[in-house]
């Protein structure tokens, strides 16, 4: 079965801490795509990044990096010097690459980040 | 580009009544999708289409919900009779099956639901 599994429900920071967003994934294929999305207070739900099972490259994004780890199956989300703008609900997401499931991405339950300035 | 554009927004009803959610998704993509959002469950998979057809339909929770797609820039989600169980975030999605950015999912607004 597949399945993302965000441990962390709710975080709370100060402004310009570095935080970490745990993604612990299950998956039985050998080829599939991890992703990250951010829900911010407005509801709409977008696009970070996508990640495919070939590539344990960590990727940094200006303040955002991530952490690929296929032994561990983790797909870990750091934001660093987070701002009051980062405040949101992120969700890790897994898709398949192959048969009736391809396309469909399955959500973790998320992780609310609240930063306080 | 006008992103996903969902209707309407926000939808009060009740019980009993008939729903109808609409999409718009992004030109010359060609898979669609609709999840639902609830603090209980997250976000589920009701169903997605693939060049206008129906790939995976096992999200969609019983018959009183139906999708359709008669072609590639528009798709409904129906609830008739709506429940106040039915009360969530409706999100439409869509992505291109191949080429640059395929199969990340770009996603709407949303329509909130409201069953009395």
């Known amino acids: 079965a597949q399945k993302v599994t965000q441990a962390q429900t709710e975080i709370s920071v100060v402004e310009k801490e570095d935080v970490t967003l745990d993604c612990v994934y299950e998956t039985r294929d050998t080829t599939y795509y991890l992703f990250w999305y951010k829900q911010p207070p407005s509801g709409e739900l977008v696009f970070l990044i996508r990640r495919n099972s070939f590539d344990e490259q960590n990727e940094i994004s200006g303040r955002y990096s991530w952490n690929f780890q296929k032994s561990t199956s983790s797909f870990n989300f750091t934001i660093t010097a987070s701002q009051v703008v980062d405040s949101a609900v992120y969700f890790c997401?897994?898709?398949?690459?192959?048969?009736?499931?391809?396309?469909?991405?399955?959500f973790g339950k998320g992780t609310k980040l609240s930063v306080k300035p | 580009d006008a992103g996903v554009i969902q209707s309407p927004r926000h939808e009060v009803t009740e019980m009993g009544q008939e729903v109808t959610l609409r999409c718009k998704p992004i030109?010359?993509?060609?898979?669609l999708f609709w999840y639902r959002q609830t603090m209980m469950r997250g976000l589920e998979l009701l169903i997605y289409?693939?060049?206008?057809?129906?790939?995976?339909d096992s999200g969609m929770p019983e018959d009183r919900f139906s999708a359709k797609m008669p072609n590639a820039s528009f798709s409904t989600l129906k609830i008739q009779p709506s429940e106040p169980r039915d009360s969530a975030v409706y999100f439409c999605a869509s992505s291109r099956l191949s080429g640059k950015g395929a199969n990340v999912l770009t996603f709407g607004a949303g329509s909130r639901l409201t069953v009395l």
């Open positions: 997401a897994l898709r398949m690459n192959y048969g009736g499931s391809q396309g469909n991405l399955i």
């Open positions: 030109s010359g993509h060609n898979s």
């Open positions: 289409f693939n060049n206008n057809v129906p790939i995976d």
